[in-house]
């Protein structure tokens, strides 16, 4: 005698159903929500998210610089933008480009006074800004979030590197 049927639960239906919740879009809205709020927040300062990921990483980095690749990898974007952005900032006294020491093809990317100043005017709003989002989880949850963003961040790497569907 056949038992009772099974109600559709998550793990019935497929990953892709529109009756789930689907990482893509969410990951996106999540990520767009934010660059919107951070965006407005700061608009006063002249400066862009983006501008703030490049100054918070180099201020961050190595004391000698990173090279444009460095810093293209670490803030997850692609050459073409960052070296748009880096010749904006360059031009706004926030950075300095000098010649690698090794690699004549390459420049060591440092931050000046002035990106200095630029970060820690923008730092507080950012800092702000994470404090309220992340408050609408219990306080004892948002440490595993950020480790679990931080894997699926990784994941996401991996397979963007590898160019394989598995």
């Given amino acids: 005698m056949p038992g009772p049927a099974r109600k559709s639960t998550p793990a019935f239906i497929p990953i892709d159903s529109p009756e789930r919740r689907r990482f893509p879009p969410l990951l996106r809205r999540a990520w767009y929500g934010l660059n919107q709020a951070f965006r407005r927040r700061i608009s006063h300062t002249g400066v862009t998210p983006d501008q703030f990921t490049a100054l918070r990483t180099l201020l961050e980095g190595d004391p000698k610089g990173m090279t444009q690749r460095e810093l293209t990898q670490?803030?997850?974007?692609?050459?073409?933008?960052?070296?748009?952005?880096?010749?904006?900032?360059?031009?706004?006294?926030?950075?300095?480009r000098k010649k690698h020491e090794k690699d004549r093809r390459a420049h060591r990317i440092r931050i000046l006074p002035l990106g200095i100043r630029k970060y820690r005017e923008v730092r507080e709003v950012a800092v702000a800004l994470q404090t309220d989002i992340l408050s609408v989880l219990p306080e004892q949850d948002r440490e595993r979030f950020l480790e679990n963003l931080a894997t699926v961040a990784d994941a996401c790497r991996i397979a963007a590197d590898s160019g394989n569907p598995k």
């Fill in 74 to 96: 670490v803030i997850s974007s692609d050459p073409n933008t960052v070296a748009s952005l880096l010749e904006r900032m360059e031009k706004a006294g926030w950075v300095e």
